[in-house]
């Protein structure tokens, strides 16, 4: 099998929950010859090596690298530029980089103009993940049945893309490829956003000091999983505020003249429009059980 | 064990997930003697029948009560004064009648001045639920380590107030008793304000129309899990905005200064704020998991 196999080399940077799921999931299917890792934290190697996320791992990046046929990223977002930096020098020719970043704009403008003939970039982005971190958060069917999004540019190898884009259908990921400028705005809107709205739903009830006591401490389930989202990690929402900024900003617009409308409903005490608004809320919902 | 129990005969006005699973519950303890349900639809007090959330039923309110030691009103949050009135001609001197409205100053406001000497009235509110609805919904367990606010006032008995907390510890729920006030504005942090909050934001992304697509088909669990609460009933959500307004305005107002803060921080690319912001949230929300 081994001339058949997808991807004969691998190598992971940042083998976390992202990374190292794509490698358990592309090792179950048959579709990985060797995976490489590489990363900051030694201990997290160790223990990926343990699992049998990977098969070997190197600290620098270069020797990393070497002989991979494809180099997947899954550092934090504001990295990714530096990282791909870091790699060049031991890429070998043919070589395919793709990266997992929940930003794709700023992604872009940090790699592709570092990159040199011969060595192709796909940006994507797998719209899956837990609130867990680190390879022993890593399960091989974290990406079943879920959408990887491609955002292939005027500088994207058809055959690169075509490559990356068979990686993740191995793996049981809807493939969909759009542009970099609606990624990102999709992505805003289905997923920065929530985040920014449970950061501030819970900063909100929990400085509310007119009582003596903590009313977080009243909260029932359905707080508990609305709010869930936002014990994510804060370094990760920074990064993608900042490099998110103006899609997001704009659906905070969104959402606060959505939310402004409910509130004007509530003050004037308009029945009949509140019961609509709830009503129409509640069929986009139902909609996308 | 008959000269014992709890409650002799309990008339639930309301056989659904709430009314259904405290008579479900206090059988399970051996807590009550007859459940009498009463509601207005046939096919719904069948089902109760059947599946033994009650012993039997009466279509007539003033039947239903007869004889009942507590009347159990589970009805939405605006019926409660209109149930009571036609509840009071059946009931037998020293019956409780308590609810479980989400609601409790306008509830309190609609039922005290309805009363006649001898007939007792606690307010309460169990702090739990799930999304479904209707006798089918109802089980025993909804209440096991949940917590149930009592919120007595001048005009409430301390004898009854006494059976109404033996009431729901027998069915395994901490009561914790506040006053009215203080109730309506905890709930409205967290539970209006969240639901006010998932309504505005699945309105906001389901009606973003930037694009020729859905762009919520694009969501993944994180959206899904987080707008759980939106698919919740319009009818109940419009009476619990209509009848705890103002606790629920100043909850809306707390939450746009706390979103308003981190719009501004993404705005000015502060990455030092935007973390702090993010920590301050995720260590608040961490605290009650």
Redesign the interface.
Known sequence: MADTVLIPRLTIIGVGLIGGSLALALKAAGAVGEVVGCGRGKPNLEKALELGVIDRYERDPVKAVAGADVVFLATPVKTLGVVTQQCLPGLKAGAIITDGGSVKEEVVKAIEPLLSAGIHFVPGHP???TENSGAEAAFPSLYHG??T?LTPTGNTAPEALGLIRKMWQTVGSEVVEMSLE?HD???A???H??H?????????????D??EE???????????????????D??M??DI??TN?SA??E??G??????A???A???T?D?EK??E??????Q??????
């Open positions: 719209i899956a993940g879920k959408r999004v609606k705005k999709v992505l809107a289905i997923s956003l929530p920014m709205v449970a950061y501030s739903l819970v900063n909100a009830v929990g400085s509310y007119h009582y903590n009313i977080l401490e009243y909260s029932a389930g359905g707080f508990r999983d609305f709010t869930r989202i936002a014990s994510s804060p370094t929402w920074r505020s900042e900024r997001l900003l659906m905070i969104q959402f606060e003249n959505s939310l409308e409910l509130k409903d509530i003050d005490g029945g509140l019961f608004f709830f009503l129409r809320s509640k986009l919902r139902d909609a996308i059980l």
